[in-house]
């Protein structure tokens, strides 16, 4: 299972709002490149909402020797918009692009022209063939907007079809979902990589905030341990930091082409858990 292909580690940020804010991602940055990531990924917001910060966070990392990778989403969005967004990346010399179709904003009731993240990934190729590598995502667990799980599997591999040349998932704690999920999509005729999103757990009330926003499953055994520790962090960090560890070991024993942390701008739990595991 995904056993062909060469593992590739990467982290992902999202563009600060604020001077300060920029400062610390720089901080952070810094001390997660001694690591050697593959790259670095950058979100865009819902609707296009933080662009500009996306393009100055990626182009800043790509004038600093690294390989950057924009999130664009298109839902809410036109052609036009999309192009410009585009001929913005490749005239920065950007060659790696995660497709989405995103959340429209708060109050935006027309979802836009490409409706759809395999709509934008045939955009991509449509205008630009293949300048830029594809990355798409993933949902082991299946989207919470899915119908069912059927519809859910379709959708990716119409991602795929549509020219995606690989993914990255959301985050979860069930090992097994994602080799089910992989299994499912072999038995497609689909085989590219399909990378493990990863989310170090430092706040249980933020986690869970963030599992209920986006439908990634906390495992009850590990909700209740961790609401055991109530305001106990260090607590909560240290049982975290062995039970991402050791799905992570897992992951990448059964084949996982590498991790993709989802590092909150922080680079302390996820190089931590980057160490144990020796990459």
């Known amino acids: 299972m995904q056993k062909d292909f060469t593992k ?25 490149a001694q690591l050697k990531p593959a790259f670095f990924s950058v979100t865009f917001g819902a609707g296009g909402s933080t662009q500009d910060g996306t ?24 052609r036009e918009s ?32 490409l409706a759809h993240a395999s709509d934008l ?25 899915a119908r069912n799980a059927q519809d859910d599997l379709r959708r990716f591999c119409e991602k795929v079809h549509a020219g995606a040349n690989s993914a990255m998932t959301q985050y979860f704690y ?12 072999e038995a497609k ?10 989310m170090p757990i430092g706040s249980f009330s933020q986690l869970a905030r963030f599992s209920d926003a986006c439908g ?13 520790f109530g305001d106990d962090t260090a607590s909560i960090r240290a049982f975290g930091l062995d039970v991402v560890t050791d799905m992570c070991e897992k992951l990448l024993a059964g084949g996982a082409p590498g991790l993709h942390f989802y ?15 020796g990459i």
Not at 123 to 134: A, K, L, P, T
Not at 189 to 198: A, E, L, S
Not at 263 to 277: M, V
Request: include cysteine.
């Open 82 to 113: 999309i192009r410009g967004i585009l001929n913005r990346y490749k005239a920065g010399d950007i060659k790696h692009i995660v497709a989405l179709r995103g959340d429209l904003p708060s109050g935006m009731a027309v979802a836009g022209e």
């Open 174 to 185: 069930n090992a097994d979902a994602y080799f089910h999920f992989v299994e499912q999509v």
């Open 55 to 78: 393009l100055t966070t990626v182009l800043e990392i790509q004038s600093e020797g690294y390989k950057a990778a924009p999130h664009l989403s298109c839902i809410g969005s036109t």
């Open 263 to 277: 590092t909150l701008n922080q680079a302390g739990l996820p190089a931590t858990i980057w160490k144990r595991l």
């Open 216 to 228: 990634a499953e906390i495992p009850r055994w590990i909700r209740r341990k961790m609401e055991g």
């Open 121 to 145: 990934v045939k955009f991509i190729r449509e205008e630009h063939g293949d300048h830029f590598s594809i990355e798409v995502a993933a949902y082991p667990e299946y989207h919470p907007q």
């Open 189 to 198: 005729g689909i085989n590219i990589p399909i990378v493990p999103g990863v």
């Open 8 to 32: 590739k580690f990467s982290f992902e940020f999202f563009p600060p709002k604020t001077s300060e804010g920029m400062a610390k991602l720089r901080e952070t940055r810094i001390q997660l």
